[in-house]
């Protein structure tokens, strides 16, 4: 019997081609800077001298505003009043003199500000000439009450919520008025003699002067 040859084949099966499909999604993100300041007392500080003692001794109003911030980028915060003078409503009488500097208003801040110019005790609050504010725009001469002019560290004040952060982002500010008798409001350095009639004591009226704080990003 002859012998055979017996060939073994083997056949690889052929490789499943792997389907698939894809999505893509596009993510994006838009942070936006936020500087919220709000005032949580009455905006309306009255000061009101009906009798001798006051006019000596002057009216002192703690805590007459309190501000709040909350921003997510670093900021400063200033201070000025929005014209030079006060603005008198009504005369109670015809002697005196009635322009009246808005550095009659003395203020005092309870955050300590590095800038050069400061409420860190009380000072008088600087007219809209004298604080250099143009447009809107604070210069080194500005009073600061937190950050100051300039971007380098140290000048500003960080991130954060007033909630979170009570010592840096909520501010609580005392105003004095100090008349005298006369009303020659000589405590706040002015001289009234050089304005106005040049009548050196203040005419008895009713008077208003606005105060603005800004809150700005970095400057």
């Given at each position: 019997?002859?012998?055979?040859?017996?060939?073994?084949?083997?056949?690889?099966p052929?490789?499943?081609?792997?389907?698939?499909?894809?999505?893509?999604?596009?993510?994006?993100?838009?942070?936006?800077?936020?500087?919220?300041?709000?005032?949580?007392?009455?905006?309306?500080?009255?000061?009101?001298?009906?009798?001798?003692?006051?006019?000596q001794?002057?009216?002192?109003?703690?805590?007459?505003?309190?501000?709040?911030?909350?921003?997510?980028?670093?900021?400063?915060?200033?201070?000025?009043?929005?014209?030079?003078?006060?603005?008198?409503?009504e005369?109670?009488?015809?002697?005196?003199?009635?322009?009246?500097?808005?550095?009659?208003?003395?203020?005092?801040?309870?955050?300590?500000?590095?800038?050069?110019?400061?409420?860190?005790?009380?000072?008088?609050?600087?007219?809209?000439?004298?604080?250099?504010?143009?447009?809107?725009v604070?210069?080194a001469?500005?009073?600061?009450?937190?950050?100051?002019f300039g971007?380098?560290?140290?000048?500003?004040?960080?991130?954060?919520?007033?909630?979170?952060?009570?010592?840096?982002?909520?501010?609580?500010?005392?105003m004095?008025?100090?008349?005298?008798?006369?009303?020659?409001?000589?405590?706040?350095?002015?001289?009234?003699?050089?304005?106005?009639?040049?009548?050196?004591?203040?005419?008895?009226?009713?008077?208003?002067?606005?105060?603005?704080?800004?809150?700005?990003?970095?400057?």
């Amino acid at each position: 019997m002859a012998a055979g040859l017996i060939l073994g084949l083997t056949f690889a099966p052929e490789a499943a081609a792997q389907l698939s499909d894809e999505e893509y999604n596009y993510v994006t993100m838009d942070l936006r800077g936020i500087l919220n300041l709000t005032m949580t007392t009455n905006p309306q500080v009255d000061f009101v001298f009906k009798n001798i003692q006051e006019y000596q001794q002057g009216i002192t109003r703690f805590n007459a505003t309190q501000l709040e911030v909350d921003a997510t980028l670093a900021w400063d915060l200033f201070v000025y009043a929005s014209t030079d003078n006060w603005t008198q409503v009504e005369a109670y009488s015809t002697n005196g003199n009635n322009v009246l500097p808005a550095e009659i208003l003395e203020m005092r801040s309870s955050v300590t500000s590095t800038a050069l110019v400061n409420l860190n005790d009380f000072s008088s609050l600087l007219g809209l000439t004298n604080s250099a504010v143009a447009a809107g725009v604070p210069t080194a001469a500005t009073q600061f009450l937190a950050g100051e002019f300039g971007t380098a560290a140290g000048q500003s004040f960080d991130p954060g919520t007033a909630a979170a952060n009570p010592d840096t982002h909520q501010f609580r500010l005392d105003m004095r008025l100090v008349p005298g008798i006369p009303a020659t409001f000589a405590s706040s350095g002015v001289d009234l003699s050089l304005l106005g009639n040049n009548s050196t004591f203040a005419q008895a009226g009713y008077y208003y002067l606005e105060v603005v704080y800004s809150l700005v990003e970095d400057l």
